[in-house]
């Protein structure tokens, strides 16, 4: 029954009614007979006309607030000045704003309602007007003119319900316009949450990416240092410089990282195939020697996503090799004009090889996972074979606008 509304809303309203009634109301009285029937004969004409003015303009000024009891109101003063008599008078100027209202605000049973009220007071107002008419025809005009009467009547009556059914369409086109301002909002909060999401998770994928591999380094360069230690220290020192290095490398990534993810600002810089080498770099201080082959080579600068992507996927890849595998590791990229290809093999040593019968390992884990959603980012694939000596990784990664 009632609406939350801005208080200023209701002032306006409020206002705006009682600002119509001042001027209407003198109107209404200039035009008005002064004679009273019907009910309420002893009632004088002006005092009517003053308590229908009030019932009509103050559902006015509700009619924002409450739709329901504006429409009560409306009828109530529309039914009091046809039952007192009076004509149509500027006072009924603030149905319009009634009817209007229910259709704009009100709920869907109110809608209908009002559609209903349109219909219903136009069909009344003729069938008012009408009987007015003729009782002033059966007075003062012959018997033929009844006809006449009736067809204007009917002119009356559609004409009230054609301005009538205006108000309720031009509140029902209001309607309309402001649930489809919504539904926009909404669906570009929907966007902007998942477009949020897809940040966050990327942003940890790449925190996946960078930790695991630098862990793999750092956990290989200090079993290496342990083992060299009593041996060649020196070999130990050089291990603990790249340990070092390693670390500052990744703590500065994680860091931008974590500043896209607190301050939601746009991709900071990404890896491209220029950092290939340094990430080969790191591979061989962990102890495993990529070996790599180009070929053929790029016929053109890639796409920044699929660079990002071959550096990712090669990331956890040679990290994988790193924790799982034994030895060297064959690295093997492929540019052709529509796609690239990628394939990592790395042996397994024996003491990692899995148990005949036994189920296969998963080397991969979440890194696996993660590979696969780098290639199905830019719309490519991964396959992995997990035979009993070796791990193979293949990636087929498209170039062209999904990957822009």
Same mark, same amino acid.
């Given at each position: 029954m009632i609406r939350r509304i801005p208080t200023t809303w209701l002032v306006l309203d409020i206002v705006g009614a009682a600002l119509g009634a001042l001027v209407t109301i003198p109107l209404s009285?200039?035009?008005? +007979? =002064?004679?009273? &029937? %019907? @009910?309420?004969?002893?009632?004088?004409a002006t005092l009517m006309l003053v308590v229908t003015s009030l019932l009509i303009w103050g559902a006015a000024a509700v &009619?924002? *607030?409450?739709?329901?009891?504006?429409?009560? *109101?409306? /009828? +109530?003063?529309?039914? *009091?000045?046809?039952?007192?008599?009076?004509?149509?008078?500027?006072i009924d100027i603030a149905i319009f =704003?009634?009817? %209007?209202? +229910?259709?704009? /605000?009100? +709920?869907?049973?109110?809608? @209908?309602? =009002?559609g209903a009220s349109a219909l219903g007071g136009g069909i009344l107002g003729g069938l008012y007007i009408g009987l007015m008419q003729y009782d002033l025809a059966v007075v003062t005009a012959p018997a033929q003119l009844e006809i006449r009467l009736l067809l204007l009547s009917v002119t009356m009556g559609l004409t009230i319900l054609l301005s009538l059914a205006l108000s309720w369409g031009a509140g029902l086109l209001w309607r309309l316009?402001?649930?489809?301002?919504?539904?926009?909002?909404a669906q570009q909060r929907a966007e902007r949450a998942a477009a949020e999401e897809q940040e966050r998770v990327r942003i940890a994928r790449d925190m996946h990416d960078i930790v695991a591999h630098s862990l793999a380094v750092v956990i290989a360069q200090s079993d290496g240092a342990r083992y060299a230690a009593a041996a060649k220290p020196e070999l130990a020192e050089e291990a603990l410089v790249t340990i070092a290095q390693t670390a500052r490398s990744a703590l500065s990534d994680v860091r931008m990282l974590l500043t896209q993810l607190r301050h939601r600002q746009g991709d900071g810089p990404q890896p491209t195939l220029?950092?290939?080498?340094?990430? %080969?770099?790191?591979?061989?201080?962990? =102890?495993?020697e990529p070996r790599v082959t180009v070929d053929p080579m790029p016929p053109a600068e890639p796409p920044g996503a699929i660079q990002l992507a071959v550096y990712r996927i090669l990331q956890e890849a040679l990290t994988n090799a790193i924790r799982h595998g034994g030895g060297d590791v064959d690295?093997? *990229?492929? /540019? %052709?004009?529509?796609?690239?290809?990628?394939?990592?093999?790395?042996?397994?040593?024996p003491l990692k090889q899995a148990v005949p019968g036994a189920p296969p390992a998963n080397p991969g884990g979440h890194g696996l996972i993660g590979m696969r959603e780098r290639a199905q980012l830019v719309g490519g694939w991964i396959t992995v074979q997990h035979e009993p000596t070796r791990f193979t990784v293949r990636a087929t990664l498209p170039i062209g606008p999904s990957a822009n």
């Amino acid at each position: 029954m009632i609406r939350r509304i801005p208080t200023t809303w209701l002032v306006l309203d409020i206002v705006g009614a009682a600002l119509g009634a001042l001027v209407t109301i003198p109107l209404s009285l200039a035009f008005s +007979t =002064g004679q009273l &029937s %019907f @009910w309420l004969p002893e009632m004088p004409a002006t005092l009517m006309l003053v308590v229908t003015s009030l019932l009509i303009w103050g559902a006015a000024a509700v &009619s924002r *607030l409450s739709p329901p009891i504006a429409l009560i *109101l409306a /009828w +109530t003063g529309a039914l *009091l000045q046809m039952g007192a008599g009076l004509s149509p008078l500027p006072i009924d100027i603030a149905i319009f =704003g009634v009817l %209007f209202a +229910t259709s704009a /605000w009100g +709920t869907k049973r109110m809608l @209908w309602l =009002g559609g209903a009220s349109a219909l219903g007071g136009g069909i009344l107002g003729g069938l008012y007007i009408g009987l007015m008419q003729y009782d002033l025809a059966v007075v003062t005009a012959p018997a033929q003119l009844e006809i006449r009467l009736l067809l204007l009547s009917v002119t009356m009556g559609l004409t009230i319900l054609l301005s009538l059914a205006l108000s309720w369409g031009a509140g029902l086109l209001w309607r309309l316009v402001r649930q489809s301002s919504a539904n926009r909002e909404a669906q570009q909060r929907a966007e902007r949450a998942a477009a949020e999401e897809q940040e966050r998770v990327r942003i940890a994928r790449d925190m996946h990416d960078i930790v695991a591999h630098s862990l793999a380094v750092v956990i290989a360069q200090s079993d290496g240092a342990r083992y060299a230690a009593a041996a060649k220290p020196e070999l130990a020192e050089e291990a603990l410089v790249t340990i070092a290095q390693t670390a500052r490398s990744a703590l500065s990534d994680v860091r931008m990282l974590l500043t896209q993810l607190r301050h939601r600002q746009g991709d900071g810089p990404q890896p491209t195939l220029a950092d290939l080498e340094a990430l %080969f770099a790191q591979v061989r201080h962990a =102890g495993v020697e990529p070996r790599v082959t180009v070929d053929p080579m790029p016929p053109a600068e890639p796409p920044g996503a699929i660079q990002l992507a071959v550096y990712r996927i090669l990331q956890e890849a040679l990290t994988n090799a790193i924790r799982h595998g034994g030895g060297d590791v064959d690295v093997r *990229l492929s /540019w %052709f004009a529509d796609r690239v290809e990628i394939v990592v093999h790395n042996r397994i040593p024996p003491l990692k090889q899995a148990v005949p019968g036994a189920p296969p390992a998963n080397p991969g884990g979440h890194g696996l996972i993660g590979m696969r959603e780098r290639a199905q980012l830019v719309g490519g694939w991964i396959t992995v074979q997990h035979e009993p000596t070796r791990f193979t990784v293949r990636a087929t990664l498209p170039i062209g606008p999904s990957a822009n």
